[in-house]
């Protein structure tokens, strides 16, 4: 008669009842269960914290992208002496030909556009309240193409007034204490040339926008003005600071950097990556330190599987001899204790992965209500930039959860089923 095939019904039968502790083996039932919970709350912390990890740096990502450039061109400073004085001092680098800069660089293929843009830093004030704000000048259209500035869902204002007044972020107003409508003063050290020197530039604009892109220092900070009138607050008639180019494949945007550069000779090309490529690259390296840190977690979990086991195998001492002596093998018996450490670690699993799912899905809930419970210093964006703590599900994170899982469940059950199959039944029977 041919044996049974491995892993065979009577098997399953067999390790499922074990499993089913009766009173008198009330130890091996509490094990089970605390084997079961640890392994699900490993599991279910595991895909929790990678999708939150996920979704922090895709909403840190997106909101880079989705403000500013995918890649800046510009001319490094360069040095003039003052012929009366002979002082030598730093101006920075400007472009006059920028139309011709313009057309070049939006010929390249994978660039969606190229905008030329006037930079620099005035004092915003309104009656008592003042601010420092970085002011970005580009004509009305470029400022309608920038998604996460021109989002009517939380913008205030008609972007089509634009060319009569500025646009302010969302955390500038709030600290200025205006809206749509109101007047702000700006101050530029750097204004009119005159026999004595240069004197400080004021003008006042209106406010006709107030945008939120998602970043806290970006929306405290700064200011978009019309082109025209930014050339000429800053002195920059006929000449632009930089030229932002935006394109279709932002994770590959180090590929265009020597055409930018060909584009401008001379030029100086600087991406978003190099603007932000070492807090990704902690994050990165945040990812793997907590992956690690919570796997330790789940197999300290499993490693009850293993307590657990070696207890039942010692209550089941006698039913072991029995079923030796009534013809299972070594084999059988190996892979009954097996799974009964597998049910566990499957069963724990499923549990996890059911928990962390919902825990993910309803985090930014969570962080909220935990936010309001504690006055508001739990999420504290200007620590962390961004208002909301988002989380991204993605499959490799839960197949990386579950795999792990599974093999450090699997393999903590082979030492005590590899000690149940070699036990003696003589012996298992001898006191019995």
Not at 152 to 176: K, Q, Y
Not at 181 to 201: K, M
Not at 316 to 338: P, Q, S
């Amino acid at each position: 008669m041919a044996n049974p095939a491995p892993f065979s019904r009577y098997e399953f039968m067999i390790a499922w009842r074990y499993l089913r502790a009766r009173r008198a083996e009330g130890g091996v039932s509490v094990m089970t269960w605390i084997s079961l919970i640890g392994i699900a709350l490993g599991v279910m912390a595991l895909i929790a914290t990678l999708a939150v990890r996920s979704g922090f740096r895709a909403e840190f990502v997106d909101t880079i992208l989705g403000a500013n450039a995918h890649s800046t061109v510009y001319l490094p400073p360069s040095s003039i002496t003052n012929e009366l004085t002979d002082e030598v001092y730093t101006v920075a680098g400007t472009i006059s030909d920028y139309p011709a800069v313009v057309e070049r660089i939006e010929a390249l293929p994978g660039v969606l556009r190229a905008d030329p843009v006037v930079r620099g830093q005035v004092m915003a004030s309104v009656s008592d309240r003042s601010n420092v704000a970085e002011v970005y000048g580009l004509t009305g259209e470029d400022l309608a193409a920038i998604p996460r500035v021109a989002d009517p869902e939380t913008g205030e204002g008609d972007l089509a007034s634009f060319n009569n007044g500025i646009a302010i972020g969302v955390g500038m107003a709030r600290e200025l204490g205006v809206g749509v409508g109101d007047v702000v003063q700006l101050i530029s050290p750097q204004g009119a040339q005159t026999a004595f020197g240069t004197t400080p530039r004021i003008a006042t604009y209106p406010v006709v926008y107030v945008f939120s892109a998602g970043r806290y220092d970006i929306d405290r900070t700064r200011i978009y003005m019309p082109l025209a009138e930014a050339q000429s607050f800053f002195n920059r008639e006929g000449m632009v600071d930089e030229i932002q180019v935006f394109v279709s494949d932002p994770e590959g945007v180090d590929a265009l950097t020597v055409p930018l550069m060909e584009a401008l000779p001379g030029g100086i090309v600087w991406t978003w990556r190099d603007a932000s490529g070492s807090f990704l690259s902690a994050l990165d390296i945040e990812d793997d330190v907590m992956f690690v840190i919570l796997s330790v977690l789940v197999l300290i979990a499993s490693m009850n599987i293993t307590s657990g086991l070696i207890m039942l195998v010692k209550n089941k001492g006698r039913d072991i001899g029995i079923l030796r002596t009534m013809g299972l093998t070594e084999g059988a018996v190996l892979r009954v204790f097996f799974l009964c450490g597998a049910f566990t670690g499957v069963i724990g699993t499923i549990a996890g992965v059911i928990l962390g799912v919902l825990l993910a899905l309803n985090v930014d809930s969570i962080m909220a209500g935990i936010n309001w419970f504690s006055g508001g210093g739990a999420w504290d964006p200007a620590v962390r930039g961004i208002y909301r703590l988002p989380a991204e599900l993605r499959g490799i994170d839960i197949a990386k959860a579950v795999g792990l899982s599974l093999t450090l469940s699997f393999i903590v059950t082979i030492f005590p089923a590899r000690h149940a199959a070699r036990m003696n039944p003589v012996e298992a029977l001898r006191y019995e």
